[in-house]
């Protein structure tokens, strides 16, 4: 899986429509509504504003709308783009204004998918990691624990502070979790404190 951490645009045009693509990270859908209100500004006098969205890495959650456009010939093509470029936490809006010729089902279907793979052929993809979240609290006379840890699993740090004790907050990922929770359990004893949080992602930062 895959997102994407900035905006970023696509401008394709057929037979007299433009298409214009957004793409974005978003979270909730509360920040879906945010960024469709904020292409609607952008562009109030546009015939339509079709778009999709894939957020929860963990058990995904889909949405598309065609906005006027003949059923299934706008937002699907667009979710569909963001299926196959398996991108999820993201939001894909393509803005048509109409040029006076028809296109046709299929015409509109090639085009509105065309707008999205154009603007994801853009963007820079960071992979999402699905992880399982832990809290160790250890002296630092147990630091070697956590050291052969680190060494035998691809453990992400996520937070840490280092006082009388040692706070970590660790995202280990979800196919190594069950291993993990194995081999950590014969040291848990020499913590001082052991909390198993939930699920949750992590996003692999890649120079844009």
Known sequence: MYTVTKLYQSDYRIKGSKFLGYLQQIE???DADSFLNWVKNEH???????YAWRIHPNQIEEFEQDDGEPNG???MPILNALRSAELVNCMMVSVRYYGGTKLGKSGLIDAYGESARLCIQKATLHPVIPIRVYQ???GYEHQGIIDKLKNDFTVIE???EYMENVTLELGI???EAERFEGQ???SIHLFEDYQKGGDSYHINKIRS
């Open 184 to 186: 950590l359990k014969s």
């Open 136 to 138: 160790i609290v250890h």
């Open 158 to 160: 996520l937070n840490s």
């Open 28 to 30: 909730q859908k509360e």
């Open 73 to 75: 010939t706008a937002g």
């Open 44 to 50: 109030p006098t546009a015939t339509h504003h079709c």
């Open 173 to 175: 990922p979800k196919e």
